[in-house]
Structures are given as structure tokens and as C-alpha cells.
């Protein structure tokens, strides 16, 4: 199960809002214990997937996800998954969210921003086989 | 011997070790001694052609051995890796 505290899902959905109408996304940390994680805090990194585009693509290099996961380490934490925002579409992952997921494991969290105002949030598990998506258990604040 | 720093969803595969010990001169030679070493990682860093899977990134030191000299880049004992992924979706 994951839990995001209200800083976390704050940042998240403060995010998605203000990168409108296009997508905005960024780096989930916290602490895991066994199965259980807990999002403190939300990084946002830069979109640069081709702006023309951004309105249904992300992406995030490399380079920026090393300084990521250097400011989570900084701060004791762990990169326990991604987030990024679905402008105007449900919070559900998407043909490329299923093509271009990375490992079983990361919570990859998707809110819904209808109209500019962030409104559904749900998170994401690729299957161990990498066959799917499957719903993660969220507890909000 | 070289440091390789392992990202937390691949620690399970691991024996919950976030850093491990490895030999070679090369990327491409201590990558092959890590998923020698353990064999379950392996699906998760290569695709089924065999190559690095597109959003597995190896940075040596912080800089991208891509470029570099990639799989050949050579390491130091002292040297220290990191596997990052890169995130893209729609």
C-alpha cells in the first residue's frame, strides 16, 4: 500500500495544475517498509518531451533523474516511484505509460487535471511480468 | 573493486544490497559480473535482444557512459556506478 501525506499530495496535484494544460511530472519520495510506502515529498523535474506534444507525452532524462535521486539521498529518502498528470483524461495508465514503464515496484501515481483543477488521483504497479498495470492500494491524507 | 549502486526497486533481486561489489575493466564487464552475481537482475537491466534496456541509464562517476564509451568505458577499482532509470509515458 502506498500513503501519501498532505505535503506530498499537495506538491503533486499543485504540479499537475500548474504545468496545464500540458502534463507535468516529477519523483515520489519517502520511506518503504516491506510492502508498505509512504510519500513525503514530490519532486517536480522538467518535462522534455517536444512541447508541441506535452499536452498527452512526458519524458524525463536521465541526467535529471540522477539529480533526483541525489536530492532524495540528501535527504535520506528513497525515490519510491514517479507522478505525472493526466490533463483532461482519467487517471489510468496509458498505452505509453505501459510501453515506456521502467520496474515492478515504483508507485507510478496519476492525477486527473480536468479543466486546470487537479482532481483524481489513483496509483500504478507494472506487473512483475510487465503484462500490465495493476491498481496500488493509496491511503490519502 | 568497483562500487555499483542499485536503484530500490531492484533490490529485491539483490539480497537487499543497495551496493555491490564488482570486477572488470569495462561497463560492459562489471554490468556482466553484477547479473553474474545475481542472475535475476538480468531481465530487468536487458531486453529480450539482449541490449540495455532503453530506459536503463549507467552513470559512471555522474556522467552518462553514453557518452562516453559506452558498454566499453573503462572503470577504476575506485570508480562508483550508478543505475538510474529514465521515465517517459503519455
Known amino acids: ?141 | 573493486m568497483t562500487t555499483i549502486r542499485i536503484p530500490t526497486p531492484l533490490r529485491p533481486y539483490t539480497n537487499s544490497q543497495a551496493e555491490i561489489a564488482v570486477s572488470g575493466d569495462t561497463v560492459g564487464a562489471v554490468l556482466g559480473d553484477l547479473t553474474r552475481q545475481h542472475p535475476a537482475l538480468r531481465q530487468h537491466l536487458y531486453g529480450e535482444s539482449g541490449e540495455l534496456r532503453a530506459f536503463v541509464n549507467v552513470f559512471l562517476n555522474d556522467e552518462d557512459v553514453r557518452h562516453i564509451r559506452g558498454a566499453e568505458t573503462p572503470v577504476k577499482d575506485t570508480d562508483r556506478l550508478m543505475i538510474v532509470p529514465s521515465i517517459a509515458g503519455g
Not at chain 1, 505535503?7 to 515520489?28: D, F, K, M, Q, S
Open chain 1, 1 to 141: 500500500m502506498l500513503t501519501i501525506t498532505q505535503v506530498a499530495l499537495g506538491a503533486i496535484r499543485a504540479h499537475g495544475e500548474a504545468a496545464y494544460p500540458n502534463e507535468g511530472v516529477g519523483l515520489l519520495l519517502g520511506t518503504a517498509d516491506g510492502e508498505g510506502k509512504t510519500a513525503v515529498a514530490a519532486l517536480p523535474l522538467p518535462n522534455t518531451w517536444a512541447p508541441d506534444e506535452q499536452a498527452n507525452r512526458y519524458q524525463v532524462t536521465g541526467a535529471d533523474m540522477l539529480r533526483g535521486e541525489q536530492e532524495a539521498a540528501r535527504l535520506g529518502l528513497d525515490v519510491l516511484g514517479f507522478f505525472h498528470s493526466h490533463p483532461d483524461h482519467p487517471a489510468e495508465p496509458s498505452r505509453w505509460d505501459h510501453e515506456w514503464a521502467t520496474w515492478p515496484w515504483y508507485s507510478y501515481v496519476i492525477t486527473t487535471v480536468a479543466r486546470g483543477r487537479a482532481t483524481v488521483t489513483r496509483s500504478w504497479q507494472l506487473r512483475e511480468d510487465r503484462s500490465a498495470f495493476d491498481e496500488e492500494r493509496v491511503q490519502l491524507p
